[in-house]
């Protein structure tokens, strides 16, 4: 990658909302839509919002939901000048396949940059789930239920869980005949 060694520990959050109609007619592809031409910059500022050395994943968001997912290979600048913008260099993520399924960031009206800086661990690992899956996202974590009834609790790490099981429906109804 163009500059340091860094350590590659973020994930860019990209709102494809404005181009994604590109996909759907057949212009354009995921991957160019989600990987291309962001601008690192805050503002009119010379100074950037994130080092791209530092990406591993990119994942492209519309309205609540997640686009696709890219394993980062490399990056490079496009554009002349300077106020140049990054092209990503990456492949779909199998690592991170199970954020397809999760909701994605999502913007405020007004906010003023399509892209957010994420932790690594903020992403979901594993496959992508089974269509017979639910998720429900409360503040940072992500419950999923399987069709087997198999609970997965995701959180960040600054989180406490605790679980309290009831009694299942079945035995409370025969003990109150």
């Known amino acids: 990658m163009p500059g340091s060694k860094a350590q590659r520990d973020l994930a860019l959050a990209v709102s494809v909302v404005k181009r994604w109609t590109e996909v759907e007619r057949g212009e354009s592809t995921p991957a160019d839509v989600i990987l291309e031409a962001w601008s690192p910059w805050i503002g009119s500022s010379s100074k950037m919002r994130f080092d791209p050395d530092r990406i591993a994943a990119v994942v492209g968001c519309r309205r609540g939901e997640t686009m696709g997912v890219y394993d980062i290979d490399d990056w490079e600048w496009v554009d002349g000048g300077a106020r140049r913008r990054i092209r990503f260099i990456g492949r779909p993520s199998k690592r991170f396949a199970a954020q397809l399924d999760a909701p994605a960031p ?28 639910r998720h429900v996202v409360l503040g940072g974590a992500v419950v999923t239920l399987d069709s087997a009834r198999h609970l997965v609790v995701s959180v960040p790490g600054d989180y406490r869980v605790t679980v309290h099981a009831r009694p299942s429906e079945a035995s409370t109804s025969s003990t109150e005949e």
């Open 106 to 133: 999502t913007w405020k009206q007004g906010e003023g940059t399509p892209l957010k800086v994420l932790l690594l661990d903020d992403l979901l690992e594993g496959e992508a789930a089974p269509a017979e899956e």
